[in-house]
Structure formats: structure tokens, C-alpha cells
């Protein structure tokens, strides 16, 4: 595996993301065995940056991947994320709530490093911006846990311009993590020069489009009712049978490149640069063998620029409360 820089930290180009183990997809928690065996595949295969948060199960998937790499701790880049579940007060332990005071950061923070089973966090994000709680407060702490050893880098997901200059005046950030993917492309006009200009590293989430592009999500019968794609605007009525135009076209240059369309999405976000690791999901070993395979994938520049004008998604890239969420 090829490896990349983002900031000063040092990963396998293509990470890993551990959420949809045990939330938010079809068939999540329903074979931790297989979800571990996945990690462990993925670190025999040179993959180091390993993706969770405490808001994901809620801590359930801190606690699979805690136990996953028991035993191998020094072998990767652990990642996890704060900042969307409150424990404070009134408000103790309920998720979905942007929360980035010092206090709350110091709770989750003690939290995460006894379900993860491990002393320090290698890179700790915040995982929504607080709009109540000014950004260099909560880098003011985080960077108080990097001087007592507890978090080595830091990382935003889904800041935005004004949001990442401030954070990284005040401690270096090393990484963004953002959506960023085939059919989701607001990061490159802006963002991503900023990142450059900064020497910020890049993550993308959901690179597979949360599926999508792959092509295996052919009909919303194949989501199970609690899926939460069910509530994605790309997923939703019309769009979703207006978007597997785009699957299609993926699955085109497949075929030409001898590869599956997920290696072609993923090889596709490769070739944007070298301070980029996107993380896909699988909880499966054998999805995982062939997402890593997109390590040897060279697209053509003719097979690029098919990719680049592939025809724009319907819908947004988010549901509006989520929308609420981001930082634009
Ligand atoms: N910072 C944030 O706010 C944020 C938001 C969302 C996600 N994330 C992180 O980003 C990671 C990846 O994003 P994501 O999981 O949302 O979306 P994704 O990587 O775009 O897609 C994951 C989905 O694709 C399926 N899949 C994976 N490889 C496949 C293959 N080769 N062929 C067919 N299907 C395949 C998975 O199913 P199976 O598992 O059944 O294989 C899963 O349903 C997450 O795990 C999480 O760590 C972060």
C-alpha cells in the first residue's frame, strides 16, 4: 500500500471506515466476527488509518474496534471523533447534539480512550462544527491533550474556510474530513486549495457514495427499513432511480479499466493528489480485498475526464436537518 502524507501524520492511502459495523447501514451489528476480521484483513494489508466515532452505535463502535486491535495497537492510525454528543448536564449522553465546549471535550475524550483500550488517540476529530462555542476554545483543548500525550493530531470534518484558518492558527490541524466523492464535489472549488495552502490532509467520507456507486445498490428494496439512506435525498422517490444513471456510467468505465466500480471510484479520488486518503466502509472481508486493490488502479486521463463529467446527482447530499450540520 502506497502512503501518503496528511499534515505531518504518515498513512496507507486508503483507510478504512469502521461506522457502518455497527450503525447507520443495512445489516450493521449483525456479525461482529466478520466486522473484525475485516479490520484485522485490512491491517495484513497495510492498512493503517482505521475510522470510528463515540457517536457511532452511540460507543459501539469504539468498542468492536477497541477489541479488534487488541494486540495490535502500534500497527495503525486510530481515529475517532467528538463534538456530536453532549455529556454534559440536562443534556448527559445524548447524541446527535453539536457539543465542543472543553468540558464536554474532556468527558468524551476519557471516554473514547477506555472503549478504543488505549492510551492515546492518533487522530482526534471534531466531528461537527459548534456553532455556540468559539473554535479556538475548543482547539485551546485539544491542543492541552496534545501536550499531555493523549491525542496526537487533530482533525475537523465538515469545517468550512473561515472555520479551518482559525483552528489552525491556533494548533496545527493535520487533517479534513469531509464527503467528498464521485457525486459530491463542493470541496474541491475552495476547500481543498485551502487545504494545500495550509498543508492540511484530506479524508474522504462516504467515498463510495455510501454505496451508490458501486452499483450493488440497485433498488430500495435492497435497504432494510431502518437504513439510514432511506432518509438521503439521493436514496429518496425519484431521484433514487434518476441517479443509477450515474451508477451506470461508473460501471462503464469498469468495464474499460478491467476493474469494479468501486476500485474506479476510489482510484478516481486517488489520482486528485497525494495528501488525499479516503476511507471506505465494508464490514466484509472479501469487499475489502477489492476496495484495496484501487491502491494499483491507474486510470487513464480519457477514463478521468469521463469521471469528471459524469452527470450530476439529484438531490442533495444531505436530508436538511443534516444539511443544518455542516459548515458552508
Ligand atoms: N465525518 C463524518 O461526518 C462521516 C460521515 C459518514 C461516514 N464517515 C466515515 O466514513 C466511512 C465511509 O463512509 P460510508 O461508510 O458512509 O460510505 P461509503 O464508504 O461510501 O460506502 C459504504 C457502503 O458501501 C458498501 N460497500 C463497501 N465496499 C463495497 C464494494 N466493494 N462493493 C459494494 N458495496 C460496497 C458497504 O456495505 P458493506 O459494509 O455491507 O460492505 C456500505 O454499505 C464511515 O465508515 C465512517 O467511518 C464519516
Redesign the pocket.
Known sequence: MKHVKLGTLDVGRIGL?????SA????AGSDDSESIRTIHRALDLGVTLI???EV?GPYTNEELVGRAIKGRRDELVLAT?FGFISHRGDTGGRAGVADSTPENIRIAVEGSLRRLGTDRIDLY?Q??VDRRTPIEETIGVLAELVSEGKVLHLGL??AWLDTIRRAHAVHPISVL???Y?LWTRDQEPEVLPLLRELGIGFVP???????F??G?VRSLDDLAADDWRRTNPRFTGANFQRNLRIADEVGAVAREAAA???QVALAWLLAKGDDIAP??????VT??E??LAADDLLLTSQQLATLDALTPAEGDHHNEAQARTLER
Open positions: 471506515g469502521a461506522m457502518g459495523m447507520a447501514y443495512t445489516g475510522d470510528t466515532a457511532y471523533k476529530y466531528h461537527r470534518s465538515e474530513q469531509s464527503e466523492s467520507y462516504s467515498p463510495l457514495g455510501h454505496g456507486l458501486t450493488q469494479t466500480p468501486a476511507i471506505p466502509g465494508t464490514k466484509r469487499r475489502l477489492e476496495n
